[in-house]
T-cell receptor, first 111, second 115 residues
Framework: KQEVTQIPAALSVPEGENLVLNCSFT??????LQWFRQDPGKGLTSLLL?????REQTSGRLNASLDKSSGRSTLYIAASQPGDSATYLC??????????FGQGTRLTINP | EAGVAQSPRYKIIEKRQSVAFWCNPI?????LYWYQQILGQGPKLLIQ????????DSQLPKDRFSAERLKGVDSTLKIQPAKLEDSAVYLC?????????????FGEGSWLTVV
């Protein structure tokens, strides 16, 4: 049974810093991995999707990497801004479209 | 392209009352999911539909929760009777079935408070 863990549960950094959010998973047989952002009182917004055959994906200041062999994915945020404050969730997709979420990392960027 | 639509956005009910949530997925998306997200936790899958058939409902508390997707398009999730621990946001998501690499899209969620 897939287990997805995100550490730390909460992170607070000053504006302008580069930061890394971590996602680890126990079953490497995944089709893809997706990173989401969730703002308070809102649904989930998709940020990046990495196919199992890919090593990384980039969108603007965001870069997501995937290492299936070690069961890890990281989300790198460059030059953080207060607007990046949100909860970030990773999601693994497996056979039969089985989806498993991590618990999320609550990120606060301090001006 | 319209996103995943959910209603109502917010609902407050007393325990033992019933409530129903509605979801309209993105047009053409065969797979539809209902998730329960309790404050401070990651979303937990309640039920997954493929067209109008149930693929996975192993974590759905069937004594009080029910869901249907009769025509393979929109879906309803019902809770009857509600308990205090059902207070959560109920998220609906959809994705297409073409290939294995497609993005999953979520609605804004239906926020339930049981008092």
């Amino acid at each position: 049974k897939q287990e997805v863990t995100q550490i730390p549960a909460a992170l607070s950094v000053p504006e302008g810093e580069n930061l890394v959010l971590n996602c680890s998973f126990t079953d490497s047989a995944i089709y893809n991995l997706q990173w989401f952002r969730q703002d308070p009182g809102k649904g989930l917004t998709s940020l990046l999707l990495i196919q199992s055959s890919q090593r990384e994906q980039t969108s603007g200041r965001l870069n997501a990497s995937l290492d299936k062999s070690s069961g890890r994915s990281t989300l790198y945020i460059a030059a953080s801004q207060p607007g990046d404050s949100a909860t970030y969730l990773c999601l693994t997709v497996q056979g039969a479209q089985k989806l498993v979420f991590g618990q999320g990392t609550r990120l606060t960027i301090n001006p | 392209e319209a996103g995943v639509a959910q209603s109502p956005r917010y609902k407050i009910i007393e325990k033992r009352q019933s409530v129903a949530f509605w979801c309209n997925p993105i047009s053409g998306h065969a797979t539809l999911y209902w998730y329960q997200q309790i404050l401070g936790q990651g979303p937990k899958l309640l039920i997954q539909f493929q067209n109008n058939g149930v693929v996975d409902d192993s974590q759905l508390p069937k004594d009080r929760f029910s869901a249907e997707r009769l025509k393979g398009v929109d879906s309803t999730l019902k809770i009857q009777p509600a308990k205090l621990e059902d207070s959560a946001v109920y998220l609906c998501a959809s994705r297409t079935n073409r290939g294995t690499g497609n993005t999953i899209y979520f609605g804004e969620g239906s926020w339930l408070t049981v008092v």
